[in-house]
């Protein structure tokens, strides 16, 4: 979830003119990106080694 700081913080960042859409990608960037350092500290995350492997099955 975002935080109005990360939302001031973002639209500050963007030029003086923008569209909706580029504000909408950026945030939805932002969010995913923390949700993905969340797992990383929780531990939810998968090897490279066995990413390879997964990748290995499919082109089997």
Known sequence: MLTKAQLNKTILDLPDTF???ELI???IFIEKVEAG???SVEG?????EDVKKIIDKWSA
Not at 44 to 48: A, L, T
């Open 25 to 27: 990608d950026k945030l």
């Open 19 to 21: 569209s909706i859409d």
């Open 37 to 39: 350092m969340a797992q």
């Open 44 to 48: 939810k995350v998968i090897s490279n």
